[in-house]
């Protein structure tokens, strides 16, 4: 009979024990590292169905300012929009396509409710890899030529900045630059798009152009230096390979005397000289607010893509003073000055 007792008890003090180490936790919020190479592809145990929780999956091309902006911008809001109903999980592609596609296929197999995706080949994966969850893209230059327009399931805000303002402030800022060196991804169909709008504004203009394209980041020195000694100034569009190295791009056309005209405000801060382009916290919460409405029910099909046009004329003075181009006080006072 002792013997039982002691047994009974050994078996209740075990339940106890059980019980008391798997205290619930309730579900929150939780935004994975970006920036970490670790986060890149990593599965994490697939939401439940019955949590009572929207699970969305943010996919971030690369890492850097605009892109991260955005996101920043992006949690923010719909955070505060939806608060405690909403888990958000982030990952960085770190710009390898094997990567891209590997979130993307998690992201379908967790059964997420939502894809966010930032920057072009993020959308056009997301978008590839399925046709029943709801695909948001945000920073995306142009949504017709990337084929996302017309997806039932698709919508989200494009980035597309005014190639005609921009060169327009070119012949202010540097009216003597009758020859622009064309630095772009070629794979970037962003890039691209934009290119050939710049392309045919400079024909219609009197402007030259050459072409200095490149496939990876390791070539953007390359690329710079060969355009030394041909060019008046250098063009680049949002082009997420650029960006990425901007600084090495700014340090090459700086020592040089060659103005660095961008296409995001990231890349003025990073040593270009100026751009006419749109606030990206602006773009994130815009995206954001589409984002409610499609975890509130309403479908992607019923909320057209959407062009941010606020746009601010954008310059690095310090920039401007290292190549020797003088700022008016009219075109200071008017511009987001950014730069150390």
Do not use: W
């Not at 902006?69 to 710009?95: P, S, W, Y």
């Not at 569009?237 to 020592?255: K, Q």
């Not at 008016?328 to 000055?337: D, F, G, K, P």
């Amino acid at each position: 009979m002792k013997k039982f007792v002691s047994l009974l008890l050994c078996a209740l003090l075990c339940l106890s024990g059980c019980a008391a180490g798997n205290g619930g936790a309730s579900p929150e919020s939780v935004v994975a590292d970006p920036n970490s190479s670790e986060n890149a592809g990593a599965s994490q145990e697939a939401p439940s169905a019955e949590d009572g929780l929207l699970h969305v999956g943010i996919i971030q091309l690369t890492d850097h300012p605009s892109l991260n902006t955005i996101r920043e911008a992006f949690v923010a809001q719909l955070n505060a929009q939806m608060g405690e109903k909403v888990v958000i999980e982030t990952d960085d592609a770190q710009n390898d396509m094997s990567n891209i596609n590997s979130i993307c296929q998690k992201y379908v197999g967790d059964g997420k409710d939502l894809i966010v995706a930032i920057a072009t080949p993020a959308a056009q994966a997301a978008a590839a890899a399925t046709s029943e969850i709801p695909v948001l893209y945000s920073a995306v230059s142009d949504p017709q030529a990337a084929n996302l327009v017309g997806l039932p399931n698709v919508t989200g805000t494009s980035d597309a900045i005014p190639v005609e303002s921009i060169f327009h402030l070119a012949a202010e800022l540097t009216p003597d630059a009758k020859t622009f060196g064309l630095i772009y991804n070629t794979s970037e169909i962003n890039s691209v798009s934009v290119i050939e709008g710049a392309k045919a504004y400079m024909q219609e203009n009197g402007l030259q152009f050459v072409e200095a394209t490149i496939t990876n980041s390791s070539e953007l020195q390359q690329s710079a230096s060969s355009l030394v000694g041909k060019v008046d100034a250098i063009f680049t569009p949002i082009d997420n390979t650029v960006a990425t190295a901007m600084p090495v791009l700014a340090g090459i056309a700086n020592m040089n005397q060659l103005p660095v005209y961008v296409g995001a405000d990231s890349m003025v801060a990073d040593g270009g000289l100026a751009t006419v382009g749109i606030d990206y916290s602006l773009l994130g919460t815009r995206t954001a607010e589409m984002a409610a409405e499609i975890l509130g029910g309403k479908s992607p099909s019923e909320i057209p893509f959407e062009v941010l046009d606020d746009y601010s004329t954008i310059l690095n003075p310090q920039t401007a003073k290292e190549i020797g181009i003088e700022l008016s006080e009219e075109i200071l006072a008017s511009a987001v000055q950014l730069g150390a």
